[in-house]
Protein backbone atom coordinates (compact mmCIF):
# COMPACT_ATOMS: atom_id res chain seq x y z
CA UNK A 1 0.00 0.00 0.00
CA UNK A 2 1.15 3.69 -0.91
CA UNK A 3 1.27 6.51 1.47
CA UNK A 4 1.32 10.13 -0.28
CA UNK A 5 2.77 12.86 1.76
CA UNK A 6 0.69 16.03 1.36
CA UNK A 7 2.83 19.60 2.44
CA UNK A 8 0.89 21.60 5.06
CA UNK A 9 0.37 24.42 3.88
CA UNK A 10 0.58 27.83 5.98
CA UNK A 11 -0.40 31.31 5.46
CA UNK A 12 1.69 34.28 6.75
CA UNK A 13 0.43 34.66 9.64
CA UNK A 14 0.51 31.96 11.03
CA UNK A 15 3.83 31.46 9.66
CA UNK A 16 4.83 34.68 11.19
CA UNK A 17 2.96 33.82 14.61
CA UNK A 18 5.83 30.72 14.87
CA UNK A 19 9.00 33.01 13.80
CA UNK A 20 7.78 35.55 17.05
CA UNK A 21 7.53 32.79 19.13
CA UNK A 22 11.12 31.61 18.05
CA UNK A 23 12.56 34.84 18.84
CA UNK A 24 10.82 35.22 21.72
CA UNK A 25 12.21 31.81 23.51
CA UNK A 26 15.45 32.14 22.09
CA UNK A 27 15.92 36.14 23.95
CA UNK A 28 14.70 34.60 26.57
CA UNK A 29 17.22 31.70 27.25
CA UNK A 30 19.79 34.18 26.35
CA UNK A 31 19.06 36.34 28.81
CA UNK A 32 18.97 33.02 31.42
CA UNK A 33 21.96 31.87 30.35
CA UNK A 34 25.59 33.35 32.30
CA UNK A 35 27.15 36.01 29.75
CA UNK A 36 29.82 34.56 27.58
CA UNK A 37 33.85 34.68 28.31
CA UNK A 38 36.06 36.99 26.60
CA UNK A 39 37.53 35.72 23.56
CA UNK A 40 41.02 34.52 24.04
CA UNK A 41 43.74 35.40 22.45
CA UNK A 42 44.56 33.79 18.85
CA UNK A 43 47.28 30.54 19.21
CA UNK A 44 50.80 32.17 18.85
CA UNK A 45 50.43 35.62 19.87
CA UNK A 46 52.93 36.71 22.63
CA UNK A 47 50.85 35.72 25.34
CA UNK A 48 49.76 32.09 23.81
CA UNK A 49 46.41 30.65 24.16
CA UNK A 50 45.33 28.50 26.84
CA UNK A 51 43.27 26.70 25.08
CA UNK A 52 40.89 25.69 28.48
CA UNK A 53 37.41 25.18 27.50
CA UNK A 54 34.95 26.88 29.40
CA UNK A 55 33.20 25.04 32.11
CA UNK A 56 30.29 22.31 31.05
CA UNK A 57 27.42 20.95 33.05
CA UNK A 58 28.06 18.13 35.30
CA UNK A 59 26.19 16.01 32.82
CA UNK A 60 23.66 16.09 29.91
CA UNK A 61 22.36 12.48 30.14
CA UNK A 62 18.17 12.32 30.29
CA UNK A 63 17.07 9.72 32.64
CA UNK A 64 20.54 8.25 33.64
CA UNK A 65 20.10 5.20 35.62
CA UNK A 66 23.22 6.18 37.91
CA UNK A 67 23.15 9.76 37.93
CA UNK A 68 25.29 10.45 41.09
CA UNK A 69 27.98 8.75 39.38
CA UNK A 70 28.12 11.16 36.52
CA UNK A 71 29.48 14.35 38.17
CA UNK A 72 32.52 12.13 39.52
CA UNK A 73 33.28 10.96 36.31
CA UNK A 74 32.94 14.28 34.43
CA UNK A 75 35.24 15.44 37.59
CA UNK A 76 38.48 12.82 36.32
CA UNK A 77 39.00 13.98 32.78
CA UNK A 78 38.71 16.62 30.66
CA UNK A 79 37.76 14.23 27.46
CA UNK A 80 34.10 14.72 26.13
CA UNK A 81 31.57 12.36 28.11
CA UNK A 82 28.64 12.32 29.82
CA UNK A 83 27.48 14.53 26.80
CA UNK A 84 23.51 13.47 26.18
CA UNK A 85 22.54 13.51 22.59
CA UNK A 86 19.96 14.90 20.41
CA UNK A 87 17.96 12.38 18.59
CA UNK A 88 21.38 10.22 17.07
CA UNK A 89 23.43 13.60 17.22
CA UNK A 90 25.47 15.44 19.52
CA UNK A 91 24.00 18.13 21.15
CA UNK A 92 24.51 21.36 19.38
CA UNK A 93 27.04 22.67 22.57
CA UNK A 94 28.79 19.82 22.45
CA UNK A 95 29.71 20.04 18.53
CA UNK A 96 30.47 23.58 19.07
CA UNK A 97 32.71 22.17 21.80
CA UNK A 98 34.48 19.88 19.57
CA UNK A 99 34.88 22.24 16.54
CA UNK A 100 36.56 24.81 18.90
CA UNK A 101 38.73 21.82 20.33
CA UNK A 102 39.74 21.16 16.63
CA UNK A 103 40.33 25.00 16.01
CA UNK A 104 42.65 25.12 19.21
CA UNK A 105 44.46 21.87 17.40
CA UNK A 106 44.50 23.88 13.98
CA UNK A 107 45.57 27.21 15.40
CA UNK A 108 48.39 25.52 17.76
CA UNK A 109 50.40 23.09 15.13
CA UNK A 110 50.55 26.38 12.96
CA UNK A 111 51.25 28.93 15.79
CA UNK A 112 55.13 30.38 16.15
CA UNK A 113 57.15 31.52 18.80
CA UNK A 114 58.37 34.77 19.33
CA UNK A 115 62.01 35.01 17.83
CA UNK A 116 63.11 36.57 21.26
CA UNK A 117 61.99 33.59 23.49
CA UNK A 118 65.09 31.86 23.29
CA UNK A 119 67.19 34.97 24.66
CA UNK A 120 64.48 35.93 27.11
CA UNK A 121 65.36 32.24 29.09
CA UNK A 122 69.51 31.90 28.29
CA UNK A 123 69.07 29.71 25.52
CA UNK A 124 71.04 29.75 22.49
CA UNK A 125 68.61 29.64 19.47
CA UNK A 126 68.50 26.50 16.58
CA UNK A 127 67.23 25.44 14.04
CA UNK A 128 66.71 22.63 11.99
CA UNK A 129 66.91 21.71 8.37
CA UNK A 130 63.45 23.26 7.94
CA UNK A 131 63.10 26.33 5.67
CA UNK A 132 59.10 27.38 7.30
CA UNK A 133 56.88 25.54 9.13
CA UNK A 134 55.16 24.34 6.16
CA UNK A 135 58.31 22.25 5.13
CA UNK A 136 58.74 21.22 8.74
CA UNK A 137 54.95 19.71 8.53
CA UNK A 138 55.56 17.89 5.11
CA UNK A 139 59.18 16.10 6.02
CA UNK A 140 59.39 15.45 9.22
CA UNK A 141 63.19 14.07 8.95
CA UNK A 142 64.21 17.58 8.17
CA UNK A 143 63.03 18.61 11.72
CA UNK A 144 65.45 15.86 13.22
CA UNK A 145 68.44 16.90 12.60
CA UNK A 146 70.64 20.48 13.11
CA UNK A 147 71.46 22.89 9.93
CA UNK A 148 75.03 23.41 9.56
CA UNK A 149 75.18 26.69 11.37
CA UNK A 150 73.33 25.44 14.32
CA UNK A 151 75.34 22.20 14.68
CA UNK A 152 78.47 24.32 14.73
CA UNK A 153 77.05 26.45 17.33
CA UNK A 154 76.54 23.40 19.37
CA UNK A 155 79.80 21.59 18.64
CA UNK A 156 81.24 25.06 20.41
CA UNK A 157 79.84 23.24 23.38
CA UNK A 158 81.57 19.82 22.88
CA UNK A 159 83.97 19.77 25.69
CA UNK A 160 80.67 20.34 28.11
CA UNK A 161 79.85 17.08 28.71
CA UNK A 162 76.94 17.35 30.87
CA UNK A 163 75.18 15.03 33.03
CA UNK A 164 72.35 16.83 31.72
CA UNK A 165 71.51 18.63 28.24
CA UNK A 166 68.65 20.86 28.76
CA UNK A 167 66.61 21.08 25.35
CA UNK A 168 63.56 23.60 24.40
CA UNK A 169 62.07 22.74 21.15
CA UNK A 170 58.89 24.18 19.41
CA UNK A 171 57.35 20.67 18.60
CA UNK A 172 54.27 20.19 16.88
CA UNK A 173 52.60 22.99 19.58
CA UNK A 174 54.85 26.35 19.59
CA UNK A 175 51.86 27.55 21.54
CA UNK A 176 52.41 25.33 24.14
CA UNK A 177 55.61 26.35 24.57
CA UNK A 178 55.02 30.04 24.72
CA UNK A 179 51.95 29.12 27.28
CA UNK A 180 54.07 26.85 29.68
CA UNK A 181 57.65 26.18 28.77
CA UNK A 182 58.52 29.40 31.16
CA UNK A 183 57.38 27.72 34.14
CA UNK A 184 58.40 24.41 32.93
CA UNK A 185 61.78 25.08 32.07
CA UNK A 186 62.21 26.94 34.97
CA UNK A 187 60.86 23.85 37.27
CA UNK A 188 63.17 21.24 35.64
CA UNK A 189 66.08 23.33 36.30
CA UNK A 190 66.15 24.24 39.55
CA UNK A 191 64.80 20.29 40.16
CA UNK A 192 68.06 19.33 38.19
CA UNK A 193 70.09 21.36 40.38
CA UNK A 194 68.61 20.18 43.34
CA UNK A 195 69.55 16.84 42.28
CA UNK A 196 73.68 17.96 41.95
CA UNK A 197 74.25 17.52 38.91
CA UNK A 198 75.86 19.50 35.68
CA UNK A 199 73.48 21.04 33.40
CA UNK A 200 74.61 22.63 30.10
CA UNK A 201 74.15 25.47 28.36
CA UNK A 202 70.84 25.21 26.99
CA UNK A 203 69.38 25.38 23.69
CA UNK A 204 66.12 26.23 21.68
CA UNK A 205 65.48 24.42 18.58
CA UNK A 206 63.25 26.14 16.14
CA UNK A 207 61.02 23.44 13.79
CA UNK A 208 61.82 20.79 15.96
CA UNK A 209 61.17 16.78 16.28
CA UNK A 210 62.15 14.72 18.86
CA UNK A 211 64.81 12.99 17.56
CA UNK A 212 66.71 16.63 17.29
CA UNK A 213 67.75 16.10 20.73
CA UNK A 214 69.76 12.48 20.03
CA UNK A 215 71.91 14.88 17.85
CA UNK A 216 72.29 17.39 20.38
CA UNK A 217 73.13 14.91 23.08
CA UNK A 218 75.84 13.23 21.15
CA UNK A 219 77.40 16.73 19.88
CA UNK A 220 77.76 17.77 23.71
CA UNK A 221 78.54 14.27 25.17
CA UNK A 222 75.73 14.46 27.53
CA UNK A 223 74.71 11.85 29.69
CA UNK A 224 71.43 12.44 29.40
CA UNK A 225 68.52 15.14 27.10
CA UNK A 226 65.90 16.45 28.53
CA UNK A 227 64.30 18.00 26.05
CA UNK A 228 60.93 20.10 26.43
CA UNK A 229 58.16 20.47 23.23
CA UNK A 230 55.44 21.24 22.06
CA UNK A 231 53.57 18.03 21.41
CA UNK A 232 50.78 17.12 19.13
CA UNK A 233 47.79 18.93 19.82
CA UNK A 234 44.17 16.92 20.09
CA UNK A 235 41.19 18.40 20.71
CA UNK A 236 41.50 21.13 22.54
CA UNK A 237 44.92 20.67 24.18
CA UNK A 238 46.75 23.10 22.16
CA UNK A 239 48.83 24.38 24.87
CA UNK A 240 49.86 20.73 26.22
CA UNK A 241 53.60 20.15 25.51
CA UNK A 242 55.87 17.15 26.68
CA UNK A 243 59.16 16.41 28.17
CA UNK A 244 61.40 13.86 26.62
CA UNK A 245 64.40 12.39 28.77
CA UNK A 246 67.44 9.62 27.41
CA UNK A 247 70.22 8.70 28.71
CA UNK A 248 73.56 7.55 26.59
CA UNK A 249 72.17 9.41 23.46
CA UNK A 250 72.86 8.59 20.09
CA UNK A 251 71.99 9.11 16.74
CA UNK A 252 68.55 7.40 15.61
CA UNK A 253 67.88 6.43 19.44
CA UNK A 254 64.87 4.68 19.63
CA UNK A 255 61.79 5.97 21.24
CA UNK A 256 61.07 3.20 23.46
CA UNK A 257 64.95 3.89 24.92
CA UNK A 258 63.41 6.98 26.02
CA UNK A 259 60.70 8.19 28.47
CA UNK A 260 57.85 11.17 28.11
CA UNK A 261 55.96 12.73 30.41
CA UNK A 262 53.27 14.36 28.46
CA UNK A 263 50.14 16.59 28.81
CA UNK A 264 52.01 19.35 30.98
CA UNK A 265 49.76 22.10 31.38
CA UNK A 266 47.47 23.63 33.79
CA UNK A 267 44.84 21.54 33.87
CA UNK A 268 47.60 18.28 33.09
CA UNK A 269 50.91 17.92 34.96
CA UNK A 270 52.42 20.70 36.70
CA UNK A 271 55.27 22.17 35.69
CA UNK A 272 57.04 21.09 39.01
CA UNK A 273 55.27 17.53 39.35
CA UNK A 274 56.94 16.99 35.54
CA UNK A 275 60.34 18.19 37.00
CA UNK A 276 60.75 15.66 40.13
CA UNK A 277 59.39 12.61 37.93
CA UNK A 278 62.15 14.06 35.78
CA UNK A 279 64.20 14.14 38.25
CA UNK A 280 63.37 10.43 39.35
CA UNK A 281 63.36 8.81 36.02
CA UNK A 282 67.00 9.54 35.78
CA UNK A 283 68.24 8.91 38.67
CA UNK A 284 66.74 5.25 37.92
CA UNK A 285 68.67 5.80 34.32
CA UNK A 286 71.72 6.58 35.83
CA UNK A 287 72.05 3.75 38.18
CA UNK A 288 70.84 0.92 35.19
CA UNK A 289 72.41 2.23 32.19
CA UNK A 290 68.92 2.66 30.44
CA UNK A 291 65.68 4.16 29.84
CA UNK A 292 62.80 4.20 28.36
CA UNK A 293 60.44 0.65 28.72
CA UNK A 294 63.50 -1.13 29.86
CA UNK A 295 62.88 1.00 33.38
CA UNK A 296 59.84 -1.05 33.96
CA UNK A 297 58.04 2.59 34.93
CA UNK A 298 54.13 3.27 33.91
CA UNK A 299 50.80 2.20 35.13
CA UNK A 300 50.63 -1.41 37.33
CA UNK A 301 54.88 -1.14 37.55
CA UNK A 302 56.59 -0.31 40.46
Known amino acids: MAYHCHPVKLDASTLESIVEAVVRQLAHEAA ?65 RAREGHADARDA ?30 FPNEGRRLDDVSRA ?42 AGWRVGTGFYVKYARIAVADEIGVLTRARATVMLVGERPGLGTGDSLSVYLAVNPRLGQDNAEKNCISNVRPIGISGPEAARDSVAILKRAFVSGRGGVALGIGWGRA
Open 32 to 96: AASPSPASPAPCGADAGHACTAAARPAHAVEAPIYEAMLPRLVALTSSQIAMGRAGNRLRTDDYL
Open 109 to 138: VHSEVPDDWAARHELVALRTRCRDRHHYLL
Open 153 to 194: AVEAHAASAPDVQIIVGDGLSPNAIVQNGAATLAAVRGALAD
